[in-house]
């Protein structure tokens, strides 16, 4: 459904003219080449934008494979996979959570370190798999199975979510937040100075949205190798300091006190990598198949094999992270959030020039993963509702919403975020596990329907509970919450879907069971 997924596709259906065309037409649209080249020129444009070393990531593209079958890829393919895969996860904006995690957490930061890389890391290498494993072609095709009104709300809810409601705005929030918010006066106009900064940074967004070009990709090749440098340095400096603590004698603040796993494993949540899994995993699929894997068990291997080393590097940058900032209590308090604490660290053990370089670093990475989300979700939407706007007029409405968004600041977004993320997430989760076992009940739309069905219903609560509190208030929610919170299991811990999902697997299975005996009678 997406444009630039469709540009990556060059073995699957771009090897004649007359595929093309047949292609488009089955999508209900008229053939124009003119406008298909433009379409995987901005796709491409902006897949690589995501990795580090360019001609590692274009070389699977430029090459045909032909139809050679293989079952494993060769260490030179491990390492094109590893890195897109590293590339697609890992974000700056995204530091600003083991950031908090460690402060927060103190000498039970292995605890809850632990929880967020189980859904920070773990669960989207799962997402990825999961759409290799079920042959899926994308996000809307997986969740299809469940059914296609269901498919239109969770792509919408889900890109909208990891688009201009949440994580564009966080974008331009985090580069505010670590960089001039720190610098500026503290002179009470600090909303105006947010108000010029979001406006220029979503000018500059739109512009190259609209006219992509080689500069960001570029600045990618360059920036992220960069990035990781000076994070390194910053994380030695702060260990070593001897104004630095030892982690064991930080108190825990708030959930980390007597749950540190669990208030970690929700924290992962932030990341929203789970989610984006789901939206850009068929990236990675599409890539592996046209390295000659395509027997879906074979993709969903190599695809965590591959996983397998990213995610050993980003869980070493997640908990190096989180120590430097456990340590950093010795001489800093705990943060409003983790975008404040990153730049109070910086600033404190490496002086002005480590917090400028920091601010322009964070601000020209998260330049880059707006432009990339502010494309592909016009893009996404151009797709999925073809007779709607055009996708210049996708990406002005969301550039605008995403303007508006960012102005009720960093720490308004992530405590909004909060309660949709709680909803989403344990959607994806059953989701690509459903996806990962499908095979065991012929991915039968019975189950499907009825696990999802009851998880929904569920994660409303959660929605529901996770709201601000003067908004549950205002809406006399806090009898609702406190009734069904007393008779649905863990409902207190933020996992009361799970007992309902499995409620619901155990009817699907029995249906598919019976359905299946039926057919075999007959």
Wanted: proline residues 4%.
């Amino acid at each position: 459904i997406c444009y630039y997924s469709q540009a990556v596709q060059k073995t699957a259906w771009g090897r004649s003219s007359l595929g093309r065309a047949l292609d488009w037409q089955s999508r209900g649209r008229e053939f124009d080449p003119l406008r298909l080249h433009q379409k995987r020129s901005a796709g491409t444009q902006f897949l690589r934008s995501f990795c580090i070393i360019d001609r590692l990531f274009l070389f699977p593209f430029l090459i045909d494979k032909g139809d050679t079958m293989k079952k494993k890829l060769t260490v030179k393919e491990y390492v094109y996979v590893a890195s897109m895969l590293f590339g697609l996860f890992f974000g700056a904006g995204n530091l600003i959570f083991p950031t908090a995690v460690g402060q927060l957490a103190g000498r039970n930061m292995w605890s809850a370190i632990l929880g967020l890389l189980i859904t920070g890391v773990g669960l989207p290498l799962l997402g990825v798999a999961a759409l290799g494993l079920s042959r899926s072609d994308g996000l809307f095709a997986l969740s299809s199975k469940v059914n296609r009104p269901y498919a239109y709300f969770f792509t919408c809810a889900l890109y909208l979510t990891i688009g201009p409601f949440f994580a564009i705005p966080r974008c331009a929030t985090v580069s505010f937040t670590v960089g001039l918010e720190q610098i500026l006066p503290q002179n009470g106009n600090m909303k105006l100075y947010l108000l010029l900064f979001t406006l220029a940074f979503f000018i500059a967004a739109l512009l190259f949205s609209l006219r992509p070009g080689k500069i960001l990709t570029w600045v990618g090749k360059i920036l992220n190798p960069f990035f990781l440098l000076f994070l390194g340095i910053l994380v030695v400096v702060t260990l070593v300091s001897p104004a630095a603590v030892p982690i064991s004698s930080v108190e825990p603040m708030g959930g980390y006190i007597q749950q540190p796993f669990l208030t970690g494993f929700l924290e992962g949540y932030n990341t929203m990598d789970a989610l984006a899994s789901l939206a850009f995993g068929i990236i990675v699929v599409q890539v592996i198949r046209e390295l000659g894997v395509d027997e879906p068990g074979a993709v969903a291997r190599n695809t965590a094999k591959a996983g397998i080393f990213s995610c050993l590097f980003m869980g070493l940058i997640y908990v190096a992270v989180t120590a430097m900032s456990a340590k950093s209590r010795g001489v800093l308090p705990a943060a409003e959030n983790g975008g404040v604490a990153l730049a109070q660290i910086s600033q404190t053990f490496l002086g002005r020039i480590g917090l400028l370089i920091l601010a322009v670093t964070v601000t020209l990475a998260c330049l880059k993963t707006a432009v990339g989300l502010i494309t592909s979700c016009s893009e996404t939407f151009t797709g999925l509702f073809p007779k709607g706007p055009a996708y210049r007029v996708w990406a002005v409405i969301f550039t605008l919403v995403s303007l508006i968004f960012a102005n009720f600041g960093l720490s308004a977004i992530i405590d909004y975020a909060v309660p949709v993320l709680m909803f989403l997430y344990p959607l994806a989760i059953v989701l690509i596990l459903l996806a990962l076992f499908g095979k065991f009940f012929s991915h039968d739309k019975k189950v499907y329907n009825w696990v999802i069905s009851l998880t929904l219903i569920s994660a409303l609560y959660d929605l529901l509970r996770t709201l601000p509190a003067a908004l549950r208030a205002a809406c006399h929610l806090d009898g609702i919450i406190e009734a069904i919170g007393s008779v649905l299991p863990l409902a207190g811990l933020g996992l009361g879907w799970i007992c309902p999902a499995a409620v619901g697997l155990v009817i699907g299975l029995v249906a598919h069971s019976t359905a299946k005996a039926k057919k075999q009678t007959a």
